[in-house]
């Protein structure tokens, strides 16, 4: 399979123990992961230790009057230079380490 230049796009509210398993296993896909595209809502409710744990995450935080579900996903995609964004949501944790070979798979096969 062609390797494209492939970004992660999370809208984060709040983001708990939960969320570090997430860029956990987004790190961990074997096919290759460009940035993690985080846009964090309430600034003060992020752990800075995951930018330095998972070098992929770029996180932009917004204040929560700022947040709307199109507006702020569009943001997050033109700060993207990649071929393939991948928009996931927090609470999605990826079962394996497939999951975004999979997804691209599916885009580029046919």
Do not use: C
Request: negative net charge; proline residues 5%.
């Amino acid at each position: 399979m062609n390797i494209l230049k492939t970004d992660v796009i999370i809208p984060a509210y709040r983001p708990g123990e939960e969320f570090d398993k997430l860029l956990e296993r987004l790190s961990a896909q074997k096919y290759p992961v460009n940035r993690i595209l985080v846009m964090n809502t309430e600034e003060k409710f992020w752990k800075k230790s995951w930018e330095q744990e998972y070098p992929l995450v770029e996180v932009h935080h917004l204040k929560k009057e700022e947040f709307d579900h199109g507006a702020t996903r569009r943001r997050a995609a033109e700060l993207s230079d990649a071929e393939i964004l991948v928009f996931m949501t927090q609470d999605a944790i990826p079962a394996d380490r497939e999951l975004i070979g999979n997804l691209v798979r599916a885009l580029t096969e046919n």
